[in-house]
């Protein structure tokens, strides 16, 4: 019997999400900068390449995310040891743990509450390409604690919306493997960045307090 849409997705996000940590756990301690760059490069490559490959085949699009998510995890890798040595193994389970608990709630309130999360949509866009502006010039420049969790706050709020927004439209999408592989790459995503800004936000909080 085929899988709906959600057993898809729920399958093909168990996947990514194994894979991905794996990936993170054999390069905790990578400190090679060309390494780095060569990992940077083929993550964000993979934004275009997942659909790419998802369209050709159901195979060819299941493939690409595997070799993507393994990819983000060697490439998120350091700075997830890094948090760990900063707060601790157990805070950085916590967080995760956390982060599933959010994107679970989310998930039901979009499924369930009958709210059309559809216009979040141009919001949540601005609101992301704002947080990548400040986040550039965060680089070069020294901010205040209170500036850090601020920032953080804000990519934790952005990122809860997006899981309204990407259940929402879960919800609402024709039942293919094609789609199940675009969308999980999205609720990926947006539990990687979810989680990265709470473990700032921890950090950030830590150092204040």
């Known amino acids: 019997m085929d899988l709906s849409i959600y057993g898809k997705v729920a399958l093909l996000l168990t996947m990514s999400m194994s894979l991905g940590g794996f990936g993170c756990w054999v390069a905790q301690k990578l400190k090679s900068i060309l390494a780095f760059i060569v990992l940077a490069v083929l993550f964000l490559a993979g934004a275009f390449f997942v659909p790419y490959f998802a369209s050709v085949s159901t195979t060819a699009g299941i493939a690409a995310l595997a070799?993507?998510?393994?990819?983000?995890?060697?490439?998120?890798?350091?700075?997830?040891?890094?948090?760990?040595e900063e707060i601790g193994w157990k805070t950085v389970a916590l967080a995760f743990f956390g982060t599933a608990g959010v994107m679970a709630l989310c998930g039901l309130v979009a499924t369930f509450s009958g709210i059309n999360f559809s216009g979040l949509g141009p919001f949540l866009g601005i609101a992301l390409f704002g947080l990548i502006i400040v986040g550039i010039i965060r680089l070069f420049s020294k901010w205040g604690k209170e500036a850090d969790i601020l920032y953080s706050s804000l990519g934790v709020l952005i990122f809860a919306g997006y899981f309204l927004y990407d259940f929402f439209t879960l919800k609402h999408t024709e039942n293919t493997w094609q789609r199940a592989t675009e969308l999980t790459m999205k609720f990926y995503l947006d539990f990687l960045n979810f989680l990265l800004h709470l473990l700032q936000l921890i950090a950030a909080s830590k150092h204040h307090s």
């Open 67 to 84: 070799a993507w998510t393994f990819i983000s995890g060697l490439f998120m890798g350091p700075a997830i040891h890094s948090y760990s």
